[in-house]
């Protein structure tokens, strides 16, 4: 079994608290375990970060993005084990963990070419006035269990690149992918400059309240992330929250069912579902309900469930028991108030916590299963029957991370989606994010950004330099 360590100060160590067993989600049982720090461990991860953070912003940014392109070599020199170490702490499919270990890569090279720019304000004989961007100080990144290494790479990366230094807390469900993603990050840079802890109940509290830590962006559920906001309010760190998403989307009268389907069922059930920004409410022209409803349920059923690490699977398990019970709830909530399930509706009598893809009619509004996230392989299709009427339901939530609006008639399609209230308003397409755009929620789903310019800007500070010249001595 690997000896899984934290790395605090440059040094692998072992976790003073012991070690807690990680669950491989397609058996239900321990597959390794991971080393429990102690506070007084997390106290040394934030003493060596600020220690290392003189010199770190003091490189060039040259330097920065060098570390990163070497950092993304040893990603993908090491694609194959961490694809595969992603796969039984989180359940996905082996090709799904290809694409996120695929995507870390993408978004540290991206991170590596980014530019801080200096905005000149104004330049007059008397005066200059530029506006620069700082590092923050020391980051702590805290991450969720959906997509453990994709979301650390979001986080550490563009951190490192503005010359921060940081401590990463992995999501004790999924903490290893994250462990070996620090340990290939230390390689490259001081001392210092990257820590990696993990430990047991409290710890994520602890982290938001040290006053060591000057930021936090964290990615997490909305009820975590308020008491993020409570507890960070002590030395006033800057936040960056990419918190839940209940995202609707509007599939206009008139829509070619054939040429969106296959889109939409993806965007629904990457991941299991498991997604922040996945499609989660379906609201569909009554015309067209029931055939879009077929479509979906015939994706669904061709799908294969099983283990992530055997062959043609498709679907894998849920990550967690809990999530499991939860999705199990809110089916059983819409079953008891009329739903129709067309297609999976149960837990599958195996071991593991598998669920398979299940697409629910007969929903509204009101109801648990569309006004909760489910976070899981549920699709809730919702009938109307007046455009307005859709909107107006698809907004009344207190979420707003993304939405999407389909339809052969592109311009009426951006029209309604420049009214939708999320972060994202994507038109015939979901879910689809690049390093280049910026990302990220309004109202309960969170605020400020990931990803472009916008994205880097939240781990500066701004700094106005504003410089006089002196009057120029008179001759004597
Ligand atoms: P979670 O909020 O339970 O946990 C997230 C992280 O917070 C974990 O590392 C956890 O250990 C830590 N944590 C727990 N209590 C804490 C505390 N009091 N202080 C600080 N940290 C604490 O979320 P989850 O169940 O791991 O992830 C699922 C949620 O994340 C979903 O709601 C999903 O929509 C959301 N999510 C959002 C985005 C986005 O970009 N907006 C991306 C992925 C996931």
């Known amino acids: 079994m690997h000896d899984y360590r934290l790395v605090i100060d440059g040094e692998q160590v072992a976790g003073e608290e012991g070690r807690f067993a990680v669950i491989d989600p397609a058996s239900g049982s321990a597959f390794a375990e991971c080393p429990a720090g102690s506070l007084a461990q997390l106290d040394r991860a934030v003493a060596a970060a600020r220690a290392a953070f ?20 040893d990603i993908e020199r090491e694609a194959d084990e961490l694809a595969r170490l992603i796969v039984r702490e989180q359940g996905k499919p082996l090709a799904l963990a290809h694409a996120e270990i695929g995507g870390g890569v993408a978004w540290t090279r991206y991170a590596a070419s980014q530019q801080i720019p200096v905005e000149t304000i ?46 990463s807390k992995p999501s004790s469900l999924t903490p290893l992918s994250t462990l070996r993603l620090v340990e290939i990050i230390a390689r490259h840079v001081p001392r210092g400059v990257i820590n ?37 309010a002590g030395n006033l760190k800057r936040l960056t929250l990419e918190l839940g998403g209940n995202d609707a989307a509007i599939v206009l009268p008139e829509t070619p069912v054939a040429a969106v389907a296959e889109e939409i069922f993806q965007a629904a059930f990457l991941n299991m579902g498991q997604t922040c920004a996945a499609l989660k409410r379906l609201y569909v022209h009554e015309s067209q309900y029931r055939e879009l409803a077929e479509a979906l349920a015939d994706i669904a059923r061709r799908q294969v469930v099983g283990d992530g690490l055997e062959a043609g699977v498709t679907f894998g398990p849920l990550q967690n028991a809990d999530q499991l019970r939860l999705v199990c709830e809110l089916v059983d909530d819409a079953r008891t108030q009329g739903a129709e399930v067309l297609c999976g509706g149960a837990r599958l009598d195996r071991p593991g916590f598998f669920y398979p893809p299940t697409i629910v009619i007969g929903v509204n509004d009101g109801q648990r299963l569309v006004d909760e996230e489910q976070f899981g392989p549920v699709l809730p299709l919702i009938a109307y029957t007046d455009v307005e009427d859709a909107l107006r339901r698809a907004n009344a939530s207190s979420m707003g991370l993304g939405g999407s609006v389909w339809g052969g008639d592109e311009a009426h399609a951006q029209a309604i989606a420049n009214r939708l209230e999320s972060g994202v308003a994507w038109v015939n397409c979901h879910a689809q994010i690049q ?5 990220g929620g309004c109202k309960m789903s969170g605020f400020g950004v990931e990803f472009g310019l916008q994205g880097l800007l939240e781990f500066t500070t701004p700094q106005l330099r504003f410089t006089r010249s002196l009057p120029a001595p008179v001759a004597s």
């Open 54 to 73: 003189g010199a770190w912003q003091a490189h060039s940014h040259a330097q920065r993005c060098e570390a990163l392109g070497r950092i993304a070599d």
């Open 196 to 232: 990696g802890v993990t430990g047991g109940h409290g710890f994520g509290g602890a982290i938001t309240a040290h006053p060591g830590i000057d930021k936090i962006v964290f990615t997490g559920s909305t009820a975590t992330g308020q008491r993020v906001m409570q507890a960070a």
């Open 435 to 439: 390093p280049n755009t910026p990302f």
């Open 122 to 167: 104004e330049r007059s004989p008397t005066q200059q006035i530029e506006l620069h961007h700082r590092p923050v100080g020391v980051v702590a990144s805290i991450t969720p269990w959906n997509w453990p290494f994709m979301i650390a790479v979001w986080h550490l990366m563009p951190a490192l690149r503005a010359g921060n230094c940081v401590v």
